[in-house]
C-alpha cells in the first residue's frame, strides 16, 4: 500500500467487509471456480508434507494438570490454516480461529475468524479482516461449484440438515447456480436457528414459494434434487453421525456434504459418483489422523479414504473436483446419476476469496489503513 520499507495494511472490519462484497454469492462462486482450475494446475501450496493439510489444530486433553487449561468440549480448538494461491491472485495468507460450540449460550458464533492476507514476494502483510463472512461465504460457495457441473440444471427441490449460517450460505450459491429452486425441505435441532433461517430465505430468496421443515433425515433426502447436511456435532462414532441411505435418494440427486455424514451400503456402491473438493486435503487428513480416520474427521470423503485402506473401494473411484471445473473429468453424465460431493475446507479458499475482497476494498476506498512502521527497527 505504500512505499517500502514503510508498511502500511488496511483493516477491514465485518461491516467493511460486507461493503467490500464478501455476501456476493454469484461473485464468490466465479471466485472459487478460479482457484479450482489453479489448484487443479498446482499453482498453490498449503501446509504439511504434500502441501495439502488443512492446517494446523491446538486441541485439549481430557485430563490436564492445568487447571485453567480449556476442556475439550464440543468445536472446543484454536487452529491456523496457512496457504499461497498463485494464478491472477499470487497472495499467501492465514485463517486463525479459535472454537467452541458454548460460544452460542454467550450470543457469540461458534467460531471466531481473522485473516491476515500478505504479500507473496516480501511477506508483508496486506489486510487484516474480519473472516467470519468471508469463511462462511467461500465455504458456502464451493458445494455451489460442484452443483453448477454436478446437480441436474432443472433443480428445484433442496434438502437441508442443519439450517445454521453453512446451510444459508450453501443454499445461496446452490440458487446462484441452478435458479429454478423453488423449494427447500430443512430439519433443525432448534426452533431459533430454524426461525432464523426461515426469515433468511424469505428476505434474500423469494423466488422459494414453500420451505417445508421435516423431522426425518429421510424427509430431508427423499424426493430432493440437492442434498446438504450442514449439523455440526460431536465426533467419534460414525454410527452417530447423520446418514444417508441410498433407498431414500431419488435418481439425478446431488450431495454436497461439507458437515458430518455417513452412508449405507447402498451408497458406496460404486454407480454412485464420489467427489472429493481436493484429493490431497483427504489424504492428509488420513495420514494425521488415527485409523480408523472418519472416527476424528467426521466429513464423508475421510470414510472414502479409510474404505480404500481397508480395500472396500479403489483410489481410482475417487474423482477430483478440480478436474471436473478443468473439464480433464466429465461433469454430470446424465439425468440420472448420483453423485456424492465431500466438501472439506481449504485455506486457499480464504487466500482467492479474501484477496479478491481485499482489492474490493482498496478500489472502493473501504477500511481502515494502520502502520506497522515507517522504518522497522530491527534490519
Known sequence: MTALPKIDFLYLSEPEMIRAGVTDMPACVDCMEEMFGLLYSGDYRMAGANNDSHGAMVMFPENSPFPDMPKPTADRRFMAMPAYLGGN??????????????????????????????????????????????????????????????ARKDSKIVGILGPGVMARTALAAFIAVCPQIDTVKVKARGQKSLDTFIAWVNEHYPQVTTIEVVDTLEAVVRGSDIVTYCASGETGDPSL????????????????????????????????????????????????????????????????????????????????????????????????????????????EDVAWGTMIYRNALARGIGTKLNLWDVPALR
Open 241 to 348: 453421525y447423520p446418514i444417508v441411505k441410498r433407498e431414500w435418494v431419488k435418481p439425478g440427486a446431488f450431495l454436497a456434504m461439507p458437515a458430518g455424514c455417513e452412508i449405507d451400503a447402498g451408497m458406496e456402491a460404486r454407480d454412485v459418483r464420489k467427489v472429493l473438493d481436493n484429493t490431497g486435503l483427504y489424504e492428509a487428513w488420513f495420514e494425521e489422523c488415527p485409523k480408523p480416520a472418519h472416527h476424528t474427521i467426521p466429513v464423508i470423503g475421510v470414510k472414502f479414504m479409510d474404505m480404500i485402506a481397508e480395500g472396500r473401494m479403489a483410489r481410482a473411484d475417487l474423482e477430483d473436483l478440480g478436474a471436473i471445473v478443468a473439464g480433464v473429468t466429465p461433469g454430470r453424465r446424465n439425468d440420472d446419476e448420483i453423485v456424492l460431493m465431500s466438501v472439506g475446507g481449504m485455506p486457499v
Open 89 to 150: 491472485f499470487r497472495t499467501a495468507g492465514v485463517k486463525w480461529y479459535g472454537s467452541n460450540i458454548e460460544n452460542r449460550e454467550k450470543g457469540l458464533p461458534r467460531s471466531i475468524l481473522m485473516f491476515t492476507l500478505n504479500d507473496a514476494d516480501t511477506g508483508a502483510p496486506l489486510a487484516f479482516m474480519s473472516a467470519n463472512l468471508l469463511s462462511a461465504y467461500r465455504t458456502g460457495a464451493v458445494p455451489g461449484v460442484g452443483a453448477s457441473h454436478l
